[in-house]
């Protein structure tokens, strides 16, 4: 193995790990917003989310890429203890919550646009991606952020400027 695929093969399984992040950051903010005006669009969201991840297993796994399960319990324990964050509440979620989950899932999306960029770049060399279309796939992820930016911004007014009630 050359130290290229190494590379490669890492950087496959951190966005891995991002990913099992996200995702389960994504259906955590929709369950938090059931009900409420976020609540359709946040499930948007995390269905589009969940969606990528099976995408990029299917990368993965076309390529011979496995994750190392250490990497993948780094990430379930990362996304558990994304949750002791009080929010500005000793109980319960918080609107700060949402504004904070919003926030990370654009950080989160805007490296997966990235993440669909690089593998479009090695697509070009390795006839094991053709399958993919990355391209859309990055469509896909700016629509994501467009959708998502919106979102903050309601998010931010409501827990920032707007009375309690």
């Known amino acids: ?38 609540d359709t669009p946040l499930r948007r969201i995390a269905d589009d989310v969940a969606e990528d991840v099976a995408t990029l ?25 994304s949750r002791i964050k009080l929010g500005g509440r000793p109980l319960g979620y918080s609107p700060l919550n949402r504004v904070l989950e919003i926030e ?27 399958p993919f279309d990355f391209d859309r796939l990055g469509e896909r992820a700016i629509d994501q952020l467009e959708r998502l930016r919106p979102l903050h911004e309601r998010a931010a007014a409501v827990a920032f400027t707007e009375p309690e009630q």
Do not use: E
């Open 1 to 38: 193995m050359t130290d290229a695929s190494k590379l490669f093969g890492t950087y496959l399984t951190d966005h891995r790990a991002g990913a099992t992040v996200g995702a389960g950051l994504a259906a955590r903010c929709h369950r938090n917003n059931a009900g409420n005006d976020f």
């Open 104 to 130: 990370a899932l654009i950080s989160g999306v805007s490296g997966k646009s990235r993440l669909w960029v690089s593998l479009g770049l090695v697509a070009s060399q390795d006839g094991r991606l053709a």
């Open 57 to 81: 297993d299917d990368v993965m796994a076309a390529l011979d890429v496995s994750q190392p399960r250490l990497k993948r319990l780094l990430a379930k324990v990362s996304l558990w203890a």
